[in-house]
């Protein structure tokens, strides 16, 4: 069986802030490319992932993509709630990373 | 020596916590070319804009624009503000001016020409546009529609560089402007020069939010710009703060739907080719970002309207048997109170929300809490009601409360009260307001939106 990591383990910094008052966005960014590429190679973080992650639609992942200069992978989630409006109770999207803390990534030398 | 611009940010949000100023004085140091700063966020929600209320107290303001101020006064360089006021509503821009009046009494400045730029829409001119084209969404979900701007009470446009020429073309040395593209603060001035456009608003890009480009993250301490016709260079004030090429690309990512394509009115920015190298201990610079023009000139609506007047209550619940069955419970609560209140409802049943945010079960991420179960051993329930008046938001918020403090569930053992009340009393918040608009308007005339006049400041 493969050792697993959690992505927090593995991340520097993931976070989630507003992108316009209809959109935010998640960011995972790694300390060097090293890890970041490790991490894309293991096929692991995906959209289908995002998606059952939040338990969201698929047309609601309105970006998905890789930044190999910021060592970073970024996924932009159309907000249930628009920002502020009435029921929404995170006004800055500043609180809607934590279900990609503890993603396993496969991490042999663990 | 190739030609140089040099420039410094402070804040990415002036006025919102006071700029340090250790770093800032480091800063000036520097031989500037012109200072910017940006004012705005839509982050904060619709509230400023569509209440065109200040975002931050004026203390905070008036500190950071007398920093801002006085020394670009001293060294008669240009200085800009964009997004004035938070929401960058003409109010706001009104008051900034009215700030930089009284600072440059009190420090017996030297005059100086003043440029202020507006950015309000009539809504009037947005209906007549939608009589003959599609005023398409950037964020929302349709296009504008009658209906929508009828809910809507402002609407800003975010103004790209090009009034920002035209200030300076008619001598401006301060520019206060309304809702602004962030970047376009410090792109202007560099355009305006013959600087390379992907340079120029790369530099801006990087520069808005101050020391968040560097590493360790830190908040409103000084880094320098410098743009040059072949790279820029950042370099943060604070000693123990650097710019890493992982800082500043990791930077691109920041409140931006995408990673290396950023839109502006009138192009994209594609920093998707650029090179990032460290070039000292602290400095990074960069190259090979580029600028993709638009073949149609469009800016950024924003637009809030009214929804209603909020009452809140604050509440928690111990017990667990009433926790189990705490769904039911508020159920129950908002089944009784639409029966109580019917009478209030007009129409379809719009007069009147009730919202439950249970704080240690889905508060914070509500339809998207992973978590179905709670663990908590205590829920705290903040009731918040946005109705037609404050009255009818008053009344219901108590109702609701005195359902809560009597509620009737299987198990039930307390008879004497089932919520903790904070306080036996009802909150009442700002009017509560919806975004309305965020939608992308072209116009043939980039100067159209955005009247620009001049004043002579001081002495």
Known sequence: ?110 | MPRMMTTLSATGALGHEPIHRDSFFEGIKQPLDFIGADAGSGDSGPFFLGADAPMNPREWEEHDLELLLCAARERKIPMIIGSAGGAGTTRGVDDYIQIIRELTARHRLEPFRLARITSEVPLDYLRERMQTEQIKPLGAATPLTPELLDRTSRVVAMMGVEPYFKAFDLGADVVIAGRSCDDAIYASLPLRAGFPKGLSFHLGKTLECASLVGTPSMAKETIVGRITDEYVELEPMHPAQRCTPESVAGHSLYERAHPYRQAYPGGVLDTGGTTYEQVSERATRYWGSQFVEDAEYRVKLEGAGLVGFRALTIGAVRDPIAIDSLDWVLDAVRQRTREQYSQLMEGPGQDYQIVFHQYGKNGVMGPLEPVKQSLAHEICIVTEVVARTQEIADLVARFTLYRLLFPTFAGQKATAGGIAMLRDEVLQGQPSYRWTVDHLLPIADPLALFPITIEEIGA
């Open chain 1, 1 to 110: 069986m493969t050792a697993t990591q959690p992505l927090h383990r593995l991340a520097k910094t993931i976070r989630s802030k507003n992108a316009g008052a209809n959109h935010f966005t998640l960011d995972i960014i790694f300390d060097n490319f090293e890890t970041y590429e490790r991490v894309r190679e293991t096929d692991v973080i995906t959209r289908d992932l995002i998606r059952d992650l939040y338990g969201v639609e698929d047309t609601q992942i309105a970006q998905f993509v890789h930044y190999p200069p910021g060592n970073a992978i970024k996924i932009t989630l159309r907000r249930p709630i628009t920002s502020g409006d009435v029921g929404d109770s995170d006004v800055y999207g500043c609180q809607q990373y934590i279900p990609l803390l503890t993603i396993p990534i496969p991490w042999d030398d663990a």
